[in-house]
């Protein structure tokens, strides 16, 4: 599904267009938020938006890992468990916990698609498809996986007070 070179073509494309982007967004608002603009595009709810925005990644990586032959293995199935646990809240609590009536313009949510889509090719894709065969062989015995997974409890509880 995914070759080592293509992956790393793939990686130098995002970080071009990370730059373009954020050398951009000095010259052009955002166009949400309170800077709505309807030249973005039509206005979508916000929690609708959200979720048009963030749920392809959860969707998508949910392909990615049901497709892999490593779905079963216990370091890729945990990273997929954790990014999905992220994933779920920003997708499909997260928008119901928002307030207020505020709109999103279409061409903010159809970017967002686009990024949360490419995110989860890149990180899926790494993670089930082009790691080499060895990669996950001794993580249970290092501190880093334990130490990346107190990291994220302590982001996503942070993250959770932030939303609520």
Known sequence: MFT???????????????????IALYFVDAGYGY?????FGFP????????????????IMTILWWLSDVRFEVAPLVLFLIFQTH?????????????????????IV?????????N???????????????????????PYIYIGLVVFLAGMFINWQADY
Do not use: H
């Open 4 to 22: 080592l070179a293509a992956y790393n073509t793939f990686l130098i494309v995002m970080a071009a267009i990370a730059v373009v982007v954020f």
């Open 35 to 39: 800077l709505f603009n309807p030249k």
């Open 110 to 118: 159809l970017m967002g698609m686009i990024f949360n889509t490419l």
């Open 87 to 107: 994933y779920f809240q920003r997708s499909f609590i997260f928008p119901l916990l928002m307030r207020g009536n505020s709109k999103m313009p279409f061409g």
């Open 120 to 142: 989860a090719c890149m990180q899926g894709g790494w993670i089930f498809y082009v790691a080499p065969n060895d990669y996950y062989a001794d993580w249970f015995s290092k």
């Open 44 to 59: 979508i709810p916000n929690r609708v938006a959200w979720v048009l925005m963030e749920c392809p990644v959860f969707i």
